[in-house]
Nanobody, 123 residues
């Protein structure tokens, strides 16, 4: 059974940093792209970042470009989201997701999802 487990969320002041982790298990993810999505209170879930199975290709939402960095060291089953210069509008539940094939933006293209980790940025 595939399992994605996020960690690293918490409360941080505006301008601060957090690093989220997503540990995948249950199968070999060597051909799977991984993505991060988030859902703020009262809003729909939105794309944040995605990375190819090799880690060579990355994609970001415009709202986080230049502040967030997705990585996947050694194409392993753990994906990180380094979040810098955090803003109150980054407050959301952050979800990790996986899909077979290349990274993409639409969330309905991802088959496996974690339970999410809360990120709260205070002003």
């Amino acid at each position: 059974q595939v399992q994605l487990v996020e960690s690293g969320g918490g409360l941080v002041q505006a301008g601060g940093s957090l690093r989220l982790s997503c540990a995948a298990s249950g199968r070999t993810f060597s051909s799977y792209a991984m993505g991060w999505f988030r859902q703020a209170p009262g809003k729909s879930r939105e794309f944040v970042a995605a990375i190819s199975w090799s880690g060579s290709s990355t994609y970001y939402a415009d709202s986080v470009k230049g502040r967030f960095a997705i990585s996947r060291p050694n194409a392993r089953n753990t994906v990180y989201l380094q979040m810098n210069s955090l803003k109150p509008e980054d407050t959301a539940i952050y979800y990790c997701a996986a899909r077979y094939g290349g990274p993409t933006i639409p969330e309905n293209m991802y088959n496996d999802w974690g339970q999410g980790t809360q990120v709260t940025v205070s002003s």
